[in-house]
């Protein structure tokens, strides 16, 4: 697998290929059939990657929404622990029949934690499903949402804007389902986010004959 490091979020351009001797995470992963560039149609190199014969392949949408909560008086934070055993069940019910980049894990979700791309105290978890979060001054950002429901994502959204005292930011909807639930409670939709994946064939195939709708990664798959 070939792959550039990216020492955070905002830095673009990885690469990676799927390489048959690599365990995938997801099931129903298409091995060595294409390579995968993360990258943002803002940067000069974007017209770059199509010279080099990368093609768009999966566009992400972003959902914004300004709050006007009172932040009580701070009291005494306490530390939470995400049980990753809970959370790594709900993920792989959602995405069994998915293909991503990341092999999820115990020790990925610690990574996480330890990076702080998000914050445990601010996360959710409920008995179907749970919002992993991250706060900046104020704003709170949706890392990744997963509910075995509609309803479900319904009610962690609605915990979530409880949580934040200026704005929530999602910068990659991946659900369909989540994108309709955050247009009923009136967040604000911009069809073609930051994010943006290109694909280069290596065999005939095309992204979407490969993958079909079946490709799912987070904001919590960005390290």
Known sequence: MGSSHKSSP????????????????????????????????ILIAYEFYHKLGYKDAVGYSSA???????????????????????LLALFNDVTKNSTG??????????????????????????????????????NVYVEELI????????????????????AIIDEKVVSSETLDTYKSRGFMIIGEGYDLLLSKRLTDKTFAET???????TSADSF
Do not use: C
């Open 211 to 217: 993958y079909g709708q079946q490709f799912h990664a």
């Open 10 to 41: 905002r830095q673009k351009g990885h690469i990676q290929s799927f390489d048959a001797a690599e365990p995938r995470l997801f099931q129903g992963a298409r091995l060595q059939q294409v390579l995968l560039l993360y990258t943002t149609k």
């Open 101 to 138: 980049f990341v092999i999820r894990n115990r020790q990925y979700g610690r990574m996480l934690e330890i990076r702080k791309k998000i914050h445990p105290e601010k996360s959710i978890v409920t008995d179907r499903g749970y919002a992993l979060l991250r706060e900046d001054a104020g």
């Open 64 to 86: 914004y929404k300004v709050v006007k909560n009172v932040r009580k008086a701070a009291g005494k934070t306490r530390k939470k622990k995400l049980d990753w055993d809970r």
């Open 147 to 166: 509910a075995l429901e509609k309803e479900e994502g319904n009610r962690l959204i609605a915990q979530i804007e409880g949580k934040a005292t200026k």
